[in-house]
Each structure stands twice: as C-alpha cells, then as structure tokens.
C-alpha cells in the first residue's frame, strides 16, 4: 500500500516505531495510577485495575458478565491495511484473554486532517475486518485530527462471571503454554533501520494479525487456572503479573518459540527502549542460567499481539498442547508454575 | 588513537546503538568512540551492546537529558568489525522510516524433505543419510528460513523418529518447522507431531514460489 502514501511534496512517515513498544513503562505508570481516588469499591466490579488485569469485568447477573477493554497505539508497520488488522487483533485480545466472547467495537483513530483519506479507509478496513472474523459488532467509534496516526478499539465482550480467566490465579504445578512465537518488537524496530530480514518480518506480521480466538477457544476445552495475553510488558513482564508475588517458575529457555530472525537482530542489538525498560522493572524477579543475551532480550522483548500465556492444569496440559498445534498455532509448553521460591521466576535450558 | 563522536540526541532506541555501530566500524582498528544521547535507556543500551562485545565503557550525566557513552575499542576488536561488511546496513537512509527496503538479506531458503530418506537407491541407507542431512543443517552458517516436510517426509518430524532433536535446535535457532497437515492425516500420524507447526497446500505452494533456493535432500 505505497500508492496513498506521497502527498505532493510533503513526505508521509507513517512509522515511527509504535505499537506496544510505544507503551508507558509499567513502573512510571504505577505510580500515577497508585495516586487516583478510588471511590467505593463497587462488588459488580469482578476486575478493575487494582488488579493489573488485561480487561475490566463487570456483573450484571449470576449468570452473565461484561468485558471491557480499550487498546490503541501508533503504527509498527508501514502498510496501513496491515496496521489496522494488527491494532484491532491487539485490542480483540484483551476479551480472549479474560474467558470472555466479543461483543462490540468501537474504533478510536487520531489522524492528520491533510492526509490522504485513503490511508485512514485502509486502516479502519483492516480494524473491521478483523472484528467481522472475531464474530464482534463493529458500533461506532471516535476521530480526533492530530498529529500522528493512532488506531485501536474499545471491545465489549460477554463471559460468565464464574468463569474468567484471571492472570494471577495460577497454581503450584500448572505447566506455562504460550500460543505466538516472541521477538515482534525487535523485528519492527529492525525493520524500521531497514535490517529485518524479510522472512521474519513476514512471520512477525502473520503473527500479529492472527487472532488469539482459535488459541482461547481450544483453552476452553480444557481446565485453565490462569489467562493473560504477553503484550508490551515482554513474557517475562506479564509472567512477572502471573506470579502476583506468591508463586514461582522455571521457564524452559529451549521451549520458547521464536520468530525467525528475531535472536540476530538482538545479537546486532537492534533493540527497543521498551526491553531495557522491561529489563529494569523485572530484571530483578528473573535469574538467567547460562541464557544466550539474545535469547534474554526476546524474553524482554514487548509484543504488540501477542500470543496467550495460560497456566493449565498439569493433567490437560499435553492434550490442549497437541490441540493447539494441531490448529496450526506454533504453541509451545514454556515452562510450569511452582510454589513460592527466593527466585521468583528461573530462566534454564532443561 | 581515534576519537569519534557519535551525536544521537533526539533519536528514538535503537538509533543510537546503530549510529554507535557504524562509527566502531569506521574506526578500522582502536579507538574510542562518545555517544551523546538523551535519555538513561540509550545509555542502557549502549552499554549492554559494549558489554556484550567486550568494549571498556563508562557513561556519565551531563546534564537531565544530557548523557555521554565512552567506549574505548581495542585494535582487534576494531579491526574485526571493521572487517564485517554489511551491505543490508542501512544508516545513509532516513531512518524513521520503515519502507520494507528490498537491500542485501538474508537469502530465504527452503528446504523441502518429500520422503523418510534421501536419494534413491537403498532405503536404509537414505534414512541414515537423511538423520545425517538434517543434523548437518544445524551447523550451517546460513539457515534455511523453513523445513517443509510432506508426504513421507511427514514421518521425520513426528514420534519415532531420529531427527526430533536435531529439527528442535533448528526450531530454537528461528528455523521454521512446518509439515503438511493432509500427509499427517493420511499417515495417522495427526497426534503424534513432535516439532513444528502443521501446515497446507496453500502454505507450502506460498513458501516454495517465494523461496529463492529451494533445497530438496
């Protein structure tokens, strides 16, 4: 999608390195968040962000729920059709990740008043297309004009309130399944210095716009104890979350999937300030054991959609493995929750 | 010995470690290079980099958004980035873009393994020349980017066979690992897939048109 993308002699820059590594880091982002007025906690509200959880649930009934979510970021690649797919598949997400079904979206989009208006038709092409495949409602939505592009969703979704997956509610035993391979942020932002080799950004790509609802819907088939989706905090920063500081894990550094290309762009250092700032807020939880630094920045390395990282049941753990390959989803068994150790969470070739 | 300064102010992580890169290379040899940047992260950056290729550094704040990175190159190590040309680099070029840029890469291999043996002949000795043909692929310097296994080939990525671990180092190493799900189906061997991802026709027809090398043991 070049045609669209020169206007007279004013040249476009559509990607400025965006997508979750454009995310606040998470530690300066607490301590606003730590000075808000809460207000009366209100009991419908199964899951606000006191819990550091992927999306808002709310009850209604015994029986039915709502999910909320609202996920928008800056372009990571330069096709704007391709943008959109990825940013909605990102924000869609976040209901997967809670148990829950999608409902409706809602289209947020900052763009430049001068653009071509093409540009903006392809993003929201791309965001509703993907909304169509994940059986949600595309509503309505937002505009601002600005000075750079910005495009996500606000997703409501339905789960039943005795049945979300929360990221902390993992158990001693439970083995670690993560359903994407790992590296998107270093192949986008290698790709942006023109040193990402083709083929794996073309992985990255097929990855970020695949959809976590075959992933969620094979996890439904099997008990799962805890759910969260590893996006822009990096699989060690979300696992860090999973823990909730009263668990432990090994993590086997042999199992993780990887994008192709993604560890050499690390060993050319062609790396995001969102690592380093992942690194500095959990770098202490994590103990590396012999583990190659480029293997450890892919570990650090923000996602923008990602895939699932779900704590099952030690005996449906193989079954929902198989069941996920066999989809076609590069799933792996990355490693197994234990009970609280001194080293929260152990990094090992085993 | 050379002192260059390498100005990243204003630019956004990883252009400060490329700009540092290139102006190691262009030392041709010891030297020491500064990299003024903006913020701690690049200085974090910078340092894992130096850290990582034995570079002696040290940072220090000038001021809030004022830091300088000093690494000091030894000749050798000088020498030997120098050595490394890299014609994909791309620092001449604007690079707040991300235009796919079609330089230098990587060659996309493909290796498609069509049967449980290689070569035509005796059949024990192609199942051992095939063990032989896929653990030699994981001391190659250039990987191929994906293995397609199909029709008796599908055998090799599932139980039972000998080449399990040899195809999980590749896997580890970014090689994709990919068999066709209509041969697994038909061998009965659709639960029992041990390395890889499941593919189909459209995929492997996607993957070989787009290769340029195609590698059939």
């Known amino acids: ?350 | 010995m050379m002192v260059t300064r390498v100005d990243a102010i204003g630019d956004a992580c990883p252009i400060p470690v490329v700009k540092t890169k290139n102006a190691i290379k262009e030392l041709h040899g010891a030297g020491t290079v500064e990299t003024l940047v903006d913020n701690e992260i690049a200085v974090q950056n910078l340092t894992k980099m130096a850290n990582q290729k034995g570079y002696a550094v040290k940072s220090q704040k000038l001021s809030d958004d004022r830091f300088q990175v000093t690494m000091e190159i030894s000749e050798k190590a000088g020498l030997s980035e120098a050595s490394q040309a890299e014609p994909g680099n791309a620092l001449g070029q604007e690079p707040q873009e991300c235009l796919v840029a079609p330089g230098a890469r990587k060659k996309n291999i493909v290796v498609a393994v069509t049967a449980p043996v290689m070569g035509t002949g005796n059949d024990e000795l192609g199942a051992v020349l095939i063990k032989g043909f896929l653990y030699a692929l994981t001391q190659q310097d250039e990987l191929p980017s994906t293995i397609l296994f199909y029709n008796g080939g599908a055998t090799l990525t599932c139980e039972g066979s000998a080449s399990i671990e040899d195809l999980k180092s590749l896997e580890a190493l970014g090689v994709e690992i990919l068999t066709c799900g209509t041969c697994l189906n038909y061998y009965k061997l659709s639960d029992h897939l041990q390395v890889g991802g499941v593919t189909n026709m459209y995929e492997i027809a996607e993957k070989l048109t787009r290769a340029d090398l195609v590698i059939r043991p």
């Open chain 1, 1 to 350: 999608m070049k045609r669209g993308l020169e206007m007279s002699s004013e040249k476009i820059v559509f990607c400025k390195g965006g997508g979750c590594t454009a995310k606040l880091g998470a530690q300066a982002l607490n301590r606003v968040l730590s000075l808000l007025p809460k207000g009366d906690p209100d009991p419908d509200l199964l899951v606000g962000y006191s819990s550091k959880d992927d999306a808002a649930v709310y009850r209604l009934t015994d029986e039915i729920a709502f999910v909320q979510t609202l996920d928008f970021f800056p372009p990571m690649v330069q096709d704007p059709y391709l943008f959109g797919q990825i940013a909605a598949a990102n924000a869609l997400s976040d209901i997967y990740a809670m148990g829950g079904t999608v409902k409706t979206a809602l289209n947020i989009v900052c763009f430049p008043e001068k653009w071509d208006l093409n540009i903006l038709g392809e993003i929201l092409r791309g965001g509703s297309e993907k909304v169509l495949e994940a059986g949600g409602s595309l509503a309505g939505g937002h505009s601002i004009a600005d000075s750079d592009v910005k495009y996500g969703l606000s997703v409501t979704g339905v789960v039943h309130p005795d049945h979300i997956w929360a990221n902390n509610t993992g158990r001693p035993g439970d083995r670690l399944i993560l359903t994407k391979a790992l590296g998107v942020g270093i192949l986008c932002t290698a790709d942006r210095v023109g040193e990402a080799p083709a083929d794996g950004m073309a992985a990255a790509i097929r990855s970020m716009t695949t959809l976590n609802k075959t992933a969620a819907e094979c996890c439904h088939a099997y008990e799962i104890h805890a759910c969260t989706d590893v996006t822009g905090f990096s699989f060690l920063g979300h696992l860090h979350e999973m823990m909730d500081g009263r668990l432990s894990c090994r993590i086997f550094a042999d199992q993780i999937p990887v994008l192709p290309g993604a560890m050499a762009c690390a060993d050319e250092f062609l790396l995001t300030a969102a690592a380093q700032r992942n690194r500095n807020h959990v770098g202490n939880y994590v103990r590396f054991d012999d583990i190659p630094f480029a293997m450890e920045e892919v570990l650090f390395d923000p996602q923008t959609s990602g895939g699932l990282l779900v704590a099952a049941a030690p005996g449906d753990a193989d079954s929902l493995l198989k069941d996920l390959r066999g989809r076609g989803l590069p799933a792996a068994m990355v490693g197994e929750i234990l009970a609280r150790e001194d080293q929260e969470i152990q990094v090992l070739y085993h």
